[in-house]
Nanobody, 121 residues
Framework: QVQLLESGGGLAQAGGSLRLSCAAP????????MGWYRQAPGNERELVAE???????NYADSVKGRFSISRDNAKNTVYLQMNSLKPEDTAVYYC???????????????WGQGTQVTVSS
């Protein structure tokens, strides 16, 4: 099963920063959009930020001005820099990529296993 590999979650204080990273395995040979979703207990999974292969990005209103998404196409890696963290940012963060794996012609969504981000007040 193809899965993206996330790292960088953890515990931060309100006002602090964390940086998430997500790398696609070598079986993925082409990626369109990459991004991050999050899911807090009792809530639905929501889009946090996404970025196209050309570098265009969009953000949830709740994180605009605080979070920044970037990607390294050569490494098939996407990053999420989270600044000015708030307790309401506490959630499991999931990386995704709309991608094609080797020996296929179809693009579909692939996900990471999730990484916990906890922000204390």
């Amino acid at each position: 099963q193809v899965q993206l590999l996330e790292s960088g979650g953890g515990l931060a204080q309100a006002g602090g920063s964390l940086r998430l990273s997500c790398a696609a395995p070598t079986t993925i040979v082409s990626i369109n959009n990459m991004g991050w979703y999050r899911q807090a207990p009792g809530n639905e999974r929501e889009l946090v930020a996404e970025i196209t292969s050309g570098g265009n990005s969009n953000y949830a209103d709740s994180v605009k001005g605080r979070f920044s998404i970037s990607r390294d196409n050569a490494k098939n890696t996407v990053y999420l820099q989270m600044n000015s963290l708030k307790p309401e940012d506490t959630a499991v963060y999931y990386c995704y990529a709309r991608a094609r794996v080797v020996l296929t012609t179809t693009y579909r969504a692939y996900w990471g296993q999730g990484t916990q981000v906890t922000v204390s007040s």
